[in-house]
């Protein structure tokens, strides 16, 4: 079983609708990042959070550490969002891999016009 | 630079050749990371630098990788013997320290081994 499960695997989304990908994970962790990967390949950091909720925008993400689960929320979604998204996370400072991102297999989202 | 640059852009080549990808990270940043994708799959972790040294060697698939980081800026991940199965986007990130802040993403270069 992955470390990091994301769902729904795709998304398609008429625009303006409100969006929700979710984000469990298995592993202690130091944060979580949630990141946007455009149909070029390039990477965004969207997010990185240990707790509570972040917006930026149209973009909210949220975590829940006792329960480990983070959502990433868009809210009047626009065709411009159409990108994959993909959950991480990093573990404690302690840990052995200090640094090892863990990822998730990433929510593909279609948002059509 | 204003961001993290990755050369080259897209690098093909034929089985068996060594190949040099070069990552230039944001001005200032200590930590460095090297990620691979590979067709339809998710991001892997490679090696992580801290300033010059790279506590974290774990993700590297085999011995034909590896990776060094002089002056504590640009890093250079090294393939010996290409394989097919090497062909994949290799991204490169840096953040300001290794312990704290957001991971600024190179554009990658997209290794093809025919």
């Known amino acids: 079983k992955n470390e990091v499960e994301q769902s729904p695997q795709n998304l398609t989304a008429q625009e303006g609708e409100f969006i929700t990908i979710n984000c469990s994970y298995s592993?202690?962790?130091?944060?979580l990042h949630w990141l946007q990967q455009h149909p070029g390949g390039g990477i965004v950091s969207l997010f990185m959070?240990?707790?509570g909720k972040k917006k930026h925008g149209r973009l909210i993400a949220t975590i829940n550490i006792q329960e480990k689960h983070s959502s990433l929320h868009i809210t009047a979604s626009h065709p411009r969002d159409s990108a994959v998204y993909i959950c991480?996370?990093?573990?404690?400072?302690?840990?052995?891999?200090?640094?090892?991102?863990?990822f998730g297999a990433g929510t593909r989202l279609t948002v059509k016009p | 630079g204003a961001g993290v640059s990755q050369s080259p852009s897209n690098k093909v080549t034929e089985k068996g050749k060594d190949v040099e990808l070069r990552c230039d990270p944001i001005?200032?940043?200590?930590?460095l990371y090297w990620y691979r994708q590979s067709l339809g799959q998710g991001l892997e972790f490679l090696i992580y630098?801290?300033?010059?040294?790279?506590?974290?060697k774990s993700g590297l698939p085999s011995d034909r990788f590896s990776a060094e980081r002089t002056g504590g800026s640009v890093s250079t991940l090294t393939i010996q013997r290409t394989q097919q199965e090497d062909s994949a986007v290799y991204l490169c990130?840096?953040?300001?320290?290794?312990?704290?802040?957001?991971?600024?993403f190179g554009p990658g270069t997209r290794l093809t081994v025919l």
């Open positions: 990130a840096s953040s300001l320290d290794g312990t704290s802040g957001s991971r600024f």
């Open positions: 592993v202690g962790i130091s944060a």
């Open positions: 959070l240990s707790s």
């Open positions: 991480a996370v990093t573990p404690p400072l302690s840990s052995y891999n200090n640094n090892d991102m863990r």
């Open positions: 001005s200032g940043h200590t930590a």
């Open positions: 630098f801290q300033g010059n040294s790279a506590p974290d």
